[in-house]
């Protein structure tokens, strides 16, 4: 189904006749619309696969007292033709004259009359979202046909502000969410699964149980029980936190400045972009070049570095709350570890290969390079067989980057701890090494200094500047330093973390390749002219393997 040009219902097929639009939802028509509108969807995850049927799997009414909109919250799976199926989170509703056809699934038409509408995609309507609030601040519950909604309230009771209407987000990504004045925040999550969600897990725990971190507090939840005891987490709500933007965007701007400092400078002496080289740097006082070039960037770094490793302390501070208790690795769990890793390496190079030819003309050499390196990367994994972690495990934020921290302007705070969402709910649950998130962030500030071509660093041309090249590598190397530095010095001594430099380095080391794999198949499935940077980060780790210590 196409998305018609103007507000004309009759070119918005197809048609469903229903003699109530809420069971205009029901009907088969809808699911098939709802399968061609998931496609447009930032939040939709499978537009890389092919979809084999939409099925309306739970309809939960959402209505309140004196409230004139009315809306439905749809629970439907996708099923692909391979892999296993997905659930996600619609809210619904009929249009109105002042909606954007961009949000339209379908068009309805009431049984023997001629009135005609379009359902919606509800999640841009404010009242949606004051509704949702209600249900929350109310602990209310919602019995349907197949299971049971529920409102709750952490800690303190919700106040439902008397004044001032939510603020939708129109920033694209994986779940909804709207802003609530003075200070609270809504997730709506999109796509769910069995089991409770990391965000809301994490939330609970840093706000309630252990709340020295530097994140948000949790105030309240929306959660959903079918009457078999499937449970889905909806949506948490959380105290909002002002800010000048994430820490991506503070870093793009960081660099455009940085870009200004050098420019007309001869290139820098080449750094070695390895952990070993990394770690040598955080070891040592930041050097005058570096500190000269990076500005206040280089305590905003180290600042960074001392949050996350605030928030693995308090991860890990409490061995009385069995679900966030520190542990540590037997030799079958490393195993498992092993073959997890490979094969999520050995997916992502399977994808490289059966896309090669469709990247972009100047990746495909690259991608080539990548591909005949496959067993020297497989191997790269080895270490998790062949030596033993003495560091424990640890819960960890699991989807770490620049875009998961928002900075205040001072200072930083971390969000959004939903996980990988391309892995299962009790995958993302799991304790891992904290240099996971450690090398998650490392991996952002490699994107970041790699935007250049793609025009995203304010005032730096996409051209193809040697030398520019040469400082932006510099300035990847000295940034990553100053966050490991930062990270270091918080969680000293800590027994979750590595105390032996060599356990550091190769765990460190593997927890990159790890992240890198993962981020091949990811661009290869929603932005191929992205796959240059972790190809191109996969060769710099094979041309580095010889000069590694071992």
Known sequence: MDSPASHDLNAFPPAIVSTRWCEAVADPVFSAALAVFLNERR??????????QVTIREQIPLTAEHAEAQFLL???????????????????????????LSDAICRWTVRDTPQTGLLMDAAPDPALWSLLLQLIAAQEVIDTAGGRLTGSCFGSPVAVPTEGVPRVQSRQQSHSSAIFPPAMLMKLFRRVALGRNPELEIGEFLSHVTPAAPVPRLLGALEYRRANGDEFSLGVLQAFVP?????WGYALRSLGEFCSRVRGLSAPVPIPATVASILEIAGRPT?????AALAHYAADAELL???????????????????FEPASSTVGEQQELHTSVCETAV?????????QHQLPTGLQPIAARVLRSRDAILSRFAPLLDRRIASQRIRVHGDYHLGQVLHTGADFVIIDFEGEPDRPIAERRLRRSPLRDVAGMLRSFHYASRTDAMGLIPGVAGDADPVRRSWLDAWYVWTAAEFVRGYLEATQGRAWRPSDAE?????LEVSLLEKLVYELAYELNSRPDW????????LELEDSAASSPE
């Open 43 to 52: 939040w939709f995850a499978g537009k890389a696969r092919s979809v084999a």
């Open 347 to 355: 997916r992502s190079l399977d994808l490289l290969a059966a896309r």
């Open 531 to 538: 796959a240059g940077i972790p190809l191109a980060a996969l």
């Open 74 to 100: 749809v629970l439907f799976e996708v099923a692909y033709t391979t892999g296993p199926a997905e659930t996600y989170v619609l809210p619904i509703r009929p249009a109105t004259t002042d909606d954007s």
């Open 305 to 323: 570095g001392r949050r996350t490793g605030e928030l693995h302390v308090a991860l890990a501070s409490r061995s009385d709350v069995a679900a």
């Open 243 to 247: 800010n000048d933007g994430d820490a």
């Open 287 to 291: 050097s005058p070049a570096a500190a």
């Open 503 to 507: 356990e550091l380095r190769w765990l």
